[in-house]
């Protein structure tokens, strides 16, 4: 679906690269995440993908075309939720999707379908200047299915929901995804990609600095936390031991064998843990 091959990109004045000799690859029904900082070029490359910005060098493929040479016909089959998505504030919600809806050619969903999915059905002939942010990125997640893309780019699709419209936009991207669409998700949200991601691509200063499915990330770091109590003459005593070297430790083993034991839990990496060890770089 996608194949890019040792891209670079400068913005118009600056000295310096903002994407610097990116390579990877984006098969067909897989959500694919860029995991990184605030300015760390994942919106951008976004954008080179959706053929917004051109002026890149290297190699970009997605569906077959090279980016720089993609026709109109092109958006026919990729959509595109930005995350500050514009509107015609002055049309109402189910105005605006009728608009987007004439642009293409082929059949669109009916968006009154698509706005009760997301809880706006109530909202359909509210205009859209009167929408908060969070209903705007609702609104900006359902256009970019109303022709029921092959290829779908999402940027930052959850930022500024609240947990249970976060929750019903995640349930409408695993749907997409068991339809077979592909899906390109750009985030610094790293539940998210946890949740969402067949592989992740972690992004610093421009650069994939790892590339990876998540579960790989955080199965690969041997350092998995384990926590664990026990008694010692009527007092709780609490200890920490990595995972790989609990069988060696002299005092669980003890507490274990005695029945001394009183509780063990666990605390693997989560993906953020794994990126700030990798780049020494947080999320935010």
Do not use: W
């Amino acid at each position: 679906m996608i194949s890019v091959k040792n891209v670079y990109y400068k913005y118009p004045g600056m000295k310096k690269d903002i994407i610097q000799d990116i390579s990877f690859q984006v098969n067909q029904g897989e959500v694919f995440g860029f995991l990184g900082p605030s300015g760390a070029g994942k919106s951008t490359l976004q954008k080179i993908l959706t053929g917004v910005l051109r002026e890149y060098r290297g190699n970009v493929h997605v569906l077959g075309v090279e980016v720089k040479k993609r026709k109109s016909s092109f958006y026919e089959n990729i959509g595109v939720d930005f995350e500050f998505p514009n509107f015609y504030g002055k049309f109402t919600a189910l105005e605006n999707l009728k608009y987007f809806s004439s642009l293409y050619e082929k059949q669109t969903v009916d968006p009154m379908e698509l706005l009760e999915a997301v809880g706006l059905k109530e909202d359909a002939g509210k205009k859209v200047s009167s929408f908060s942010k969070g209903m705007k990125m609702r609104l900006g997640f359902v256009r970019s299915l109303l022709h029921e893309p092959k290829l779908l780019f999402l940027d930052e699709p959850t930022s500024g929901l609240d947990p249970a419209n976060a929750r019903t936009l995640k349930n409408m991207i695993t749907i997409q995804k068991k339809a077979g669409k592909t899906i390109i998700l750009t985030t610094h949200n790293m539940r998210d990609a946890e949740e969402l991601c067949d592989h992740v691509a972690f992004i610093v200063d421009g650069k994939i600095r790892a590339l990876d499915t998540p579960q790989a990330f955080q199965v690969s770091r041997s350092n998995t936390k384990v926590f664990y109590s026990y008694l010692m003459n009527g007092q709780k005593i609490e200890k920490s031991s990595t995972l790989v070297q609990l069988g060696k430790d002299d005092t669980f083993m003890t507490a274990l064998g005695s029945g001394m034991l009183t509780s063990i839990h666990s605390k693997e990496q989560t993906l953020e843990d794994v990126f700030i060890s990798l780049t020494g770089r947080g999320l935010q």
